[in-house]
């Protein structure tokens, strides 16, 4: 079995050459090979974390935001959106009730707003660490300069994620607009990792006009860049945005993506996403039995978390949005993992 022969040979060397990859990408609806492929995922994760998962409270902190991605909810011009920032008060407060669930991990995420300045950010950022100086800090707030990125490294955040979305720049300029560019995305990961972030790429499965030849690529730039973590989920239409009739992207490639990523790199750490959970019941039950080792819930304000809309039907968003700690918990049970109270820090720090 060829699909077999393949993920034994990533299993070994984690690496394939791209004819490789492009094989076994085609094979992703083979439900006895993504079997194969998840069984030694799991494996390969088990070996570093056993069936511990990592939690991160995931804090929306606004859904302003200067770029226009095409795929996206909150792009600029998307006059449908009903616009919010949390307040620090109010980011405070998020962090607090996520400690008390056991969280060690507070990722801000938000669309690029500039009002969160460097000076706001900075600030925030000393009053995070000095209340909950055993919590790790990610940030996820797009791209932004160097001297930015330093100043809030060394005002305590200590990882960023930024998926580069693809790869490849013909796809890139497919799904973004002309003022936007895969050279500036990918320097700023570079620059990220060279100041000192554990950093995170990713990419949605299924976006617009992705071929099997871009996921070669991204998987080949994935192991170039060797993140620390990679986020990915897939693509989910949004009404309001030019894709919001395409397709979503598949529960099966999402999947197998996971279990090759796993296999690729041993030790990285890698969500199953609220994406994942949100067009598959059980997506992140699956995500973490296809190699997955962290999951993320949502922490924000329950008021904001409808209008954090990158895509439709997005999960958690309701009034069952403050049980969501205990919910997870009750997932990963299910699967036998269990939830850890924890930094969750790459290995490789
Ligand atoms: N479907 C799925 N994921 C999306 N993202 C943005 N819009 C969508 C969508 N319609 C992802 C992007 C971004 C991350 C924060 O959310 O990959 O990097
Ligand atoms: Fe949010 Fe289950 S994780 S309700």
């Known amino acids: 079995n060829r699909g077999k022969e393949l993920f034994n040979k990533l299993y070994q060397d984690t690496q394939l050459t791209e004819t490789e990859y492009k094989e076994l990408l085609e094979l992703h609806t083979d439900k006895e090979i993504a079997e194969y492929g998840f069984e030694l995922a799991r494996k390969r994760q088990k070996e570093t974390f056993g069936n511990e998962v990592y939690t991160r409270g995931l804090i929306e902190i606004s859904n302003y935001c200067k770029n226009d991605c095409i795929y996206c909810g909150i792009r600029r011009s998307n006059q449908n959106a009903e616009r919010y920032r949390l307040s620090e008060e109010e980011i405070l407060s998020c962090c607090e009730s996520g400690y008390a669930l056991g969280f060690r991990t507070f990722v801000l995420q938000g669309g690029e707003d500039g009002y969160y300045t460097d000076d706001l950010l900075e600030d925030l950022l000393h009053k995070i660490k000095a209340a909950y100086p055993d919590c790790a800090i990610t940030l996820s707030l797009g791209e932004r300069s160097r001297e930015s990125y330093e100043r809030l490294y060394t005002a305590g955040a200590d990882r960023y994620l930024l998926r580069h979305e693809t790869a490849n720049e013909a796809h890139y300029g497919k799904i973004h607009p002309a003022e936007m560019s895969l050279k500036n995305r990918k320097q700023c990961l570079y620059t990220l990792k060279e100041i000192g972030y554990q950093v995170g790429c990713g990419i949605m499965v299924g976006s617009p006009y992705q071929t099997i030849d871009n996921l ?74 296809a190699g997955g080792n962290v999951v993320m819930p949502n922490l924000s304000p329950v008021k904001v978390r409808k209008k954090y809309a990158l895509y439709d039907n997005k999960i958690c968003t309701g009034e069952e949005a403050a049980e969501c700690r205990g919910c997870l918990g009750n997932r990963m049970e299910s699967i036998g993992y269990k939830l850890v109270v924890s930094r969750g820090d790459s290995p490789f720090i």
Do not use: C
Not at 223 to 237: A, D, E, L, Q, S
Not at 271 to 276: E, S, Y
């Open 216 to 289: 070669v690529e991204d998987l080949a730039f994935m192991k170039t860049f060797n993140p620390h973590m990679v986020g990915i989920g897939p693509f989910i239409p949004q009404k309001d945005t030019p894709f919001g009739e395409m397709e979503p992207g598949s529960l099966e490639m999402t999947l197998f993506l996971l279990a090759i990523i796993r296999l690729m790199l041993p030790k990285v750490l890698l969500p199953a996403t609220t994406a994942l959970g949100t067009i598959h019941s059980r997506g992140r039950e699956l995500g973490i039995l």
